[in-house]
Antibody, heavy 116, light 107 residues
Framework: QVRLQESGPGLVKPSQTLSLTCTVSGDSIGGSGFFWSWVRQHPGKGLEWIAYIHYSGSTHYNPSLKSRVIISVDTSKNQFSLKLRSVTAADTAIYYC????????WGQGTLVTVSS | EIVLTQSPDFQSVTPKEKVTITCRASQSISTSLHWYQQKPDQSPKLLIKYASQSFSGVPSRFRGSGSGTDFTLTIDSLEAEDAATYYCHQSISYGGTFGQGTKVEIK
């Protein structure tokens, strides 16, 4: 059974960098051929795709976030990661990692609050 | 950016009734349109991919149709467990964009 699990700090100060990791179990990031994504959901609001990465290193970013986001993959650990710099309160959201496009498998999500 | 507009925003429905949710794209997206169900405090789950293909394990009462700019999610004979928010999602442009969601409440 394939599972995705997000991890990282639940509280980030304004202007700092938000860093999250998604650990994949039951599937190999390096061998599956899928794209691996980050999606976020502001509290009580809709969904926003942030970025995705292929194990080969190919990446694509949401144009509205592209200048602040880096997505990376570590196939040896079967993980992929998100860094969002210069955060503000507007980046407070539940962050999900997800597999492929369309997103056929999701992690449980992790709430990240931006506050001093 | 391709904008997806869902209607209605909210629907209160009696069990066994038929539910229809529409999703309109601001430009043609062929059939690169997917539907998700999100229950409270849960992550979204894929229901329908590429407009009309049922995802594995999804009950047959969920059906998708459409192409171009106009799409429909139909729930035949609503069950109590179908209370959720439903989102459409287009992927013709990389990871794409989502509709604003339609909340379905059980009367």
């Amino acid at each position: 059974q394939v599972r995705l699990q997000e991890s990282g700090p639940g509280l980030v100060k304004p202007s700092q960098t938000l860093s999250l990791t998604c650990t994949v179990s039951g599937d190999s990031i390096g061998g599956s051929g899928f794209f691996w994504s980050w999606v976020r959901q502001h509290p009580g609001k809709g969904l926003e795709w942030i970025a995705y990465i292929h194990y080969s290193g190919s990446t694509h970013y949401n144009p509205s976030l592209k200048s602040r986001v880096i997505i990376s993959v570590d196939t040896s650990k079967n993980q992929f990661s998100l860094k969002l710099r210069s955060v503000t309160a507007a980046d407070t959201a539940i962050y999900y990692c997800a597999r492929d496009v369309p997103f056929d498998l999701w992690g449980q999500g992790t709430l990240v609050t931006v506050s001093s | 950016e391709i904008v997806l507009t869902q209607s209605p925003d909210f629907q209160s429905v009696t069990p066994k009734e038929k539910v229809t949710i529409t999703c309109r794209a601001s430009q043609s997206i062929s059939t690169s349109l997917h539907w998700y169900q999100q229950k409270p405090d849960q992550s979204p789950k894929l229901l329908i991919k590429y407009a009309s293909q049922s995802f594995s394990g999804v009950p047959s009462r969920f059906r998708g149709s459409g192409s171009g700019t106009d799409f429909t999610l139909t729930i035949d004979s609503l069950e109590a467990e179908d209370a959720a928010t439903y989102y459409c999602h287009q992927s013709i442009s990389y990871g794409g964009t989502f509709g604003q969601g339609t909340k379905v409440e059980i009367k």
